[in-house]
């Protein structure tokens, strides 16, 4: 129940932040990567930097986490597939035994199928995802915005202690 | 946090690409990181390090401490537990502790290179209290381990030998029923056929008309006797009366010989009604529930279901190591990590000259046997070689032991594009598990003796020996056996029985060998259950063919006197007539000789 309503503020705060809709799809876009890769990896330790080094919106970037988790888990078997056949493509096999044999690359665990699939799909996804994200979130202000900030609903979920947390990281 | 307060569109130019502010942060999350990571290192390690065991070996590998200082290059671990990946409450071996001295640079490339373990207080074939087995019951699914498993299990089964169908119960006859035997209708169908003969032949002889032959004879030879020489009349009638008697003789003797043929008929039926009781004997034998001994190997039935096991565990074995460490520089799969998303499969790209993904270049082993008797038997082993990529390392793993008892090597080389794999071990003076034996409810403990095994798997083509050899053998036998007639039978012919000598071999391509078992109570078995039950066997046929000869003999007896009556009277009765018929003949010649003085007239 915390975790649905920690979700929904997240998403009314990152979509009434200050933060332009750009920083919020950007924040949203590195967020989809930790939830589309397995999180336990080097290159997340890089995307979690990121959304703190970078001024885009943490809070999307947590509402993307949360938001793809669930896809990751349910296309972790396209990723399986698109792994295998990347990591088993005749023409990649150079790359991928320099890569497996030049130090640090390989705790990347860039050779595991689900990892490099998952990566590569999120990468790719990055792009429509950041522009969908940015167009939606600016017709979302441009209409229903205003009223949803003076809709009672609103003023509930944002009145809980954990709206407070949230706004240690808005951008 | 941007500080952008600004109209967006004038703003855009002038935001920040960087939290300057969260550098901090970022520098104390990884300060807690690395205070983590110091805390929690071993711990992780050990979690990972039993992870990744079970996962390759298929049972569980648990590790007590796990200790790492890759400052010095060392992992130590205390109280490693391996689980039988085959048997539930046993452990494959236990080690109180392994010191591994690790280089630390191919670390960074992922690579586990050790140079050299030292592994003290190895014990094997330790009881454990929880089922430590995973992929024996993972039925064939996960990972490589499971899939092996499965594989070999499989294999082991195609082995489907016969076994000694030896009954629990007492020897019995099903009761006998009269209907089903074969004499009664035969000696009924032959005594019909007797009685058909007889009343044919009878007919046939009234059809001879005897009588009148015999009487015309009678009155001629009266009148010749009156007759003078000169009375050509008489002369004739005389003649003619030989010839009419030759003639009547000639339709005996037909008649004769249609009876003896009709005779050997019957005699032929009486002897078929001999065969009919011997096919009744058979039958009602066959009602008997007697222990079959029609096993093709006696040794086989009773120990190769047993003889396998060793085989199919060297093979499990043999066969895992070809999927870890196959030949070649191909990339090859493995199962990933396990974790709550899916595992996928990590590659490995073996690169030539570079370090294999996981190499071991020395262990040393030392363990003891019956830790705690009075002598400890200690024992000392190596192993060199192991890797993830032989090809990489350029020679075969080889492992050795030896110890006062025993005398272990095996050498997997799997440098070249055919793999070659060689085990051979002798262990003698231990405890050889007791096990129950197939097809019987025997238990065979063999108590104290030696172990051999010969293994060869040279690409798919297997050559394996496995040997026994006791001189202890101690038997027993459940209680519902001990109290059937065949139990106390079996028991009798297997108990005097204190050697063992058992061996297995397999040989051919490995999808389809042959399997040979062979034991020293193969024979003394099968001799010894064929004396033992040869008098029950003999006195239960004995009492069946009773059971046979009170329904049929009386029958047969009936059927071979009127077969016998039948031939007596009927050879009577043509011998009677012919002697009438040649008397007759005899005295008509003789008058016509004295009647013509010997002169013969035309």
Same mark, same amino acid.
């Given at each position: 129940m915390f975790a649905i309503i920690k979700l929904i503020q997240s998403l009314f705060g990152a979509l009434h932040s200050e933060g332009t809709p750009g920083q919020l799809a950007a924040g949203i876009v590195l967020g989809s990567f930790l939830g589309l890769t397995p999180l336990i990896n080097i290159h997340n330790a890089v995307i979690l930097a990121a959304l703190i080094l970078l001024n885009v919106s943490f809070a999307g970037g947590m509402l993307g986490w949360a938001l793809f988790v669930p896809i990751g888990f349910l296309l972790d078997p396209l990723f399986d597939w698109i792994g295998h056949h990347l990591l088993l493509a005749e023409s990649l096999r150079g790359f991928w035994t320099s890569a497996y044999n030049t130090p640090i690359v390989p705790l990347t665990n860039f050779n595991n199928t689900v990892v490099l699939g998952s990566l590569v799909f999120a990468i790719l996804f990055a792009v429509p995802l950041f522009f969908a994200t940015r167009l939606g979130v600016v017709r979302y202000r441009a209409t229903i915005g205003e009223r949803v900030r003076q809709s009672k609903f609103y003023k509930t979920v944002m009145a809980s202690k954990a709206y407070n947390v949230y706004k240690m990281f808005r951008p | 946090m941007n500080g952008s307060r600004e109209p967006e569109a004038g703003s855009r130019s002038r935001i920040k690409i960087f939290r300057w502010k969260a550098v901090g942060p970022?520098?104390?999350?990884?300060?807690?990181?690395?205070?983590?990571?110091?805390?929690?290192?071993?711990?992780?390690?050990?979690?990972?390090?039993?992870?990744?065991?079970?996962?390759?070996?298929?049972?569980?590998?648990?590790?007590?401490?796990?200790?790492? #200082?890759?400052?010095?290059?060392?992992?130590?671990?205390?109280?490693?537990?391996?689980?039988?990946?085959?048997?539930?409450?046993?452990?494959?071996?236990?080690?109180?502790?392994?010191? +591994?001295?690790?280089?630390?640079?191919?670390?960074?490339?992922?690579?586990?290179?050790?140079?050299?373990?030292?592994?003290?207080?190895?014990?094997?074939?330790?009881?454990?209290?929880?089922?430590?087995?995973?992929?024996?019951?993972?039925?064939?699914? #996960?990972?490589?381990?499971?899939? =092996?498993?499965?594989?070999?299990?499989?294999?082991?089964?195609?082995?489907?030998?016969? +076994?000694?169908?030896?009954?629990?119960?007492?020897?019995?006859?099903?009761?006998?029923?009269?209907?089903?035997?074969?004499?009664?209708?035969?000696?009924?169908?032959?005594?019909?056929?007797?009685d058909s003969s007889r009343k044919a032949w009878q007919t046939s002889f009234e059809g001879l008309q005897l009588g009148p032959t015999i009487d015309s +004879?009678?009155?001629?030879?009266?009148?010749?006797?009156?007759?003078?020489?000169?009375?050509?009349?008489?002369?004739? %009638?005389?003649?003619?009366?030989?010839?009419?008697?030759?003639?009547?003789?000639?339709?005996?003797?037909?008649?004769?010989?249609?009876?003896?043929?009709? =005779?050997?008929?019957?005699?032929?039926?009486?002897?078929?009604?001999?065969?009919?009781?011997?096919?009744?004997?058979?039958?009602?034998?066959?009602?008997?529930?007697?222990?079959?001994?029609?096993?093709?190997?006696?040794?086989?039935?009773?120990?190769?279901?047993?003889?396998?096991?060793?085989? %199919?565990? =060297?093979?499990?074995?043999?066969?895992?190591?070809?999927?870890?460490?196959?030949?070649?520089?191909?990339?090859?799969?493995?199962?990933?990590?396990?974790?709550?998303?899916?595992?996928? %499969? #990590?590659?490995?790209?073996p690169k030539e000259k570079a370090l294999p993904a996981f190499l071991l270049r020395s262990a040393e082993l030392s363990f003891l046997l019956h830790p705690n008797s009075e002598q400890p038997q200690r024992y000392a082993g190596h192993l060199t070689g192991l890797t993830s990529d032989p090809a990489l390392y350029g020679?075969?793993?080889?492992?050795?032991?030896?110890?006062?008892?025993? +005398?272990?090597?095996?050498?997997?080389?799997?440098?070249? %594009?055919?793999?070659?794999?060689?085990?051979?071990?002798?262990?003698?003076?231990?405890?050889?598990?007791?096990? #129950?034996?197939?097809?019987?409810?025997?238990?065979?403990?063999?108590?104290?003796?030696?172990?051999?095994?010969?293994?060869?798997?040279?690409?798919?083509?297997?050559?394996?020996?496995?040997?026994?050899?006791?001189?202890?053998?101690?038997?027993?036998?459940?209680?519902?056996?001990?109290?059937?007639?065949?139990g106390g039978l079996i028991w009798s012919a297997i108990s005097g029985i204190s050697n063992l000598d058992l061996e297995a071999r397999i040989s051919g391509a490995l999808h389809n060998p042959d399997l040979a078992v062979r034991s020293n109570l193969d024979q003394a078995i099968a001799t010894r259950l064929r004396a033992v039950l040869g008098a029950q066997v003999a006195a239960a046929e004995k009492q069946v063919h009773d059971r046979v000869d009170a329904l049929v003999n009386q029958r047969i007896a009936a059927a071979r006197t009127q077969v016998t009556q039948i031939e007596t009277q009927a050879q009577a009765q043509i011998a009677q007539q012919r002697g009438k018929l040649d008397e007759l003949q005899k005295q008509l010649e003789q008058r016509l000789r004295e009647m013509t003085g010997g002169i013969r007239l035309p």
């Open positions: - | 970022l520098l104390v999350l990884l300060v807690i990181g690395v205070v983590l990571w110091w805390i929690f290192a071993d711990t992780i390690a050990r979690h990972q390090s039993e992870q990744v065991g079970t996962q390759i070996l298929g049972a569980k590998v648990e590790i007590q401490r796990l200790h790492l #200082d890759l400052r010095h290059g060392k992992v130590m671990l205390y109280g490693l537990t391996v689980a039988s990946p085959h048997e539930a409450l046993r452990n494959l071996m236990q080690a109180d502790e392994l010191v +591994a001295d690790v280089d630390v640079l191919p670390l960074t490339e992922k690579k586990l290179v050790i140079n050299r373990i030292a592994a003290n207080g190895l014990r094997f074939g330790t009881a454990r209290e929880t089922d430590g087995r995973v992929a024996a019951k993972s039925d064939g699914g #996960d990972g490589i381990a499971g899939r =092996v498993m499965a594989e070999t299990r499989e294999w082991a089964n195609q082995f489907k030998v016969p +076994a000694l169908q030896l009954a629990t119960g007492k020897i019995s006859i099903d009761s006998l029923d009269p209907r089903r035997l074969s004499t009664l209708p035969a000696a009924e169908a032959l005594g019909a056929r007797a +004879a009678n009155a001629t030879l009266e009148k010749l006797k009156h007759a003078r020489a000169t009375d050509i009349a008489a002369l004739n %009638e005389g003649r003619q009366a030989i010839t009419r008697l030759k003639r009547a003789g000639d339709r005996v003797t037909a008649l004769e010989r249609n009876v003896k043929t009709g =005779v050997a008929g019957l005699q032929s039926g009486l002897a078929g009604l001999d065969s009919a009781k011997r096919r009744d004997y058979a039958f009602a034998r066959s009602l008997l529930k007697l222990p079959s001994l029609d096993a093709p190997s006696v040794g086989s039935a009773l120990f190769a279901p047993g003889a396998i096991r060793p085989f %199919e565990r =060297v093979l499990y074995y043999a066969q895992l190591a070809r999927r870890y460490m196959p030949p070649g520089l191909l990339p090859r799969a493995a199962t990933g990590p396990q974790r709550v998303r899916r595992a996928g %499969e #990590d590659i490995r790209f020679r075969p793993t080889s492992l050795g032991a030896t110890g006062p008892l025993l +005398a272990a090597g095996a050498m997997l080389n799997h440098v070249r %594009e055919i793999p070659v794999d060689t085990a051979g071990a002798t262990l003698g003076g231990i405890r050889l598990p007791a096990f #129950d034996v197939p097809g019987v409810p025997l238990h065979l403990d063999p108590g104290s003796g030696t172990t051999q095994l010969g293994f060869n798997l040279n690409g798919d083509t297997i050559h394996a020996r496995f040997v026994i050899r006791s001189s202890n053998v101690t038997w027993a036998r459940d209680s519902g056996f001990a109290n059937s007639q065949i």
